[in-house]
């Protein structure tokens, strides 16, 4: 079970680094390319709101690998001079926090998205906004004309990510013993060398 959890969580992180390279690349090359349109008299409008929509899912996925690596920002103050056990506790703490928060998360977009209401309806999007006042399947984009619903998507997988991750991460900080040093070694993240 726990092997099951940390190839899972390996395998959801290099998707994540691959995604996060691919909309890193593509973002300047859809803001140069509307530039240019501007310049030329002929701007494409809707790239900038793809470009804002991808942003956020570079955000979403950002955090879930973030909290993943736990390479977020930190002051480790308390932890530096804190006793090893004390140390564990607290990390062991912040691990249940991340794998609640992503619980959270998970459980607002499914009442968000109601799927089981959607099927309830026959996937009948206009006949589920009457009956539930829940328009997120009728909101379309202003300028792409696509879905938003396709765009929100981020927030349920990010949060589904997200709750692997810190599983796998308060399996491993339960699992490490204390170091010689008295305090218990932070989990290298996994790179590939190249970095994100």
Same mark, same amino acid.
């Given at each position: ?44 409008? =809707? ?62 977009? =499914?009442? =968000? ?36 619903? =396709? ?46």
């Amino acid at each position: 079970m726990l092997k099951s959890i940390a190839v899972l969580s390996h395998g959801i992180e290099r998707i994540e680094r691959m995604l996060i390279r691919v909309i890193v690349l593509a973002l300047p090359l859809m803001i140069l390319a509307n530039a240019a349109g501007r310049a030329l008299r002929s701007p494409i409008y =809707w790239m900038d709101e793809l470009a804002i929509l991808t942003m956020v899912w570079l955000a979403m996925i950002a955090m879930s690998l973030t909290l993943k690596t736990r390479d977020a920002v930190a002051v480790t103050m308390l932890i530096d001079v804190a006793p090893s056990r004390l140390v564990k506790v607290m990390k062991v703490t912040v691990d249940l926090l991340v794998l609640a928060f992503g619980l959270v998360m998970v459980v607002l977009s =499914w009442y =968000w998205f109601d799927p089981l209401t959607l099927m309830q309806f026959g996937f009948d999007t206009r006949e589920f906004a009457g009956e539930t006042f829940n328009f997120m399947y009728q909101d379309t984009t202003s300028t792409l004309g696509l879905q938003k619903s =396709w765009f929100w998507l981020a927030v349920p997988i990010s949060a589904l990510c997200t709750c692997i991750h810190g599983l796998f991460n308060l399996t491993q900080t339960l699992a490490r013993p204390l170091g010689a040093d008295g305090k218990t070694p932070t989990p290298e993240p996994l790179t590939d060398g190249i970095g994100v």
